[in-house]
């Protein structure tokens, strides 16, 4: 009988417990100040980031009242931007598109945030300098040693690494975690889940 699955979940339980649980906190608080001044976030995640991009971008709708939208949810749209202009400015031109300004924010969920050397993720890294230079806020919930994200962001949670070679699904999965913790954070939650 295998072990993996005791290995497994228990590095997970470890990352887990080596989270900074207060830049949690601040990013929640970061998230209602967004709110309250009728900003929007826009979550911004590349491969199975980009599929939890899609499910938090329903939580804070649903449940924190947090207008809330993800690139990557329209494919027609990605794929044309993907087409016509290249895949480094995909966020970049929906951000404008959609008039991003400073009462915005940019939440990155990536397994290593991004890097110009080795060329990973640049089109995050591009989307993280818009909306700098746009005034809006950058956040994000990344692993591995956090990246360009972490490098550049007003507030970064960062997943860390015991064992690289779970590096990928326990921060893809803890990401998961954390966004459910933060919509159902009472300084964010405003309507109740149906279970």
């Not at 470890?14 to 601040?26: G, M, R």
Request: proline content about 4%; some cysteine.
């Amino acid at each position: 009988m295998s072990d993996f699955s005791s290995i497994f979940l228990g590095n997970a339980s470890k990352v887990l417990q080596q989270l900074d649980f207060k830049s949690i906190e601040t990013l929640a608080n970061n998230l209602h100040a967004i709110r309250e001044k009728g900003g929007r976030l826009f979550i911004c995640g590349l491969g199975g980031s980009a599929g939890n991009a899609s499910h938090a971008v329903n939580d804070f709708r649903k449940l924190c009242n947090l207008e809330t939208y993800s690139p990557t949810d329209n494919i027609s749209e990605l794929t044309a931007r993907v087409n016509d202009e290249g895949p480094e400015t995909i966020f970049i031109e929906y951000l404008r598109v959609s008039n991003f300004n400073s009462d915005d924010a940019v939440l990155i969920l990536s397994v290593g945030g991004g890097s110009y050397d080795p060329p990973v993720s640049v089109s995050l890294i591009k989307c993280i300098e818009f909306a700098k230079t746009m005034g809006g806020k950058v956040f994000g919930i990344v692993g591995r040693n956090g990246g360009a994200t972490k490098e550049l962001g007003d507030c970064v949670v960062l997943i860390p690494n015991i064992d690289n070679s779970f590096v990928t699904p326990v921060t893809e999965s803890l990401t998961a975690l954390i966004w459910h913790c933060l919509v159902s954070h009472p300084i964010l939650k405003a309507n109740s889940t149906k279970w």
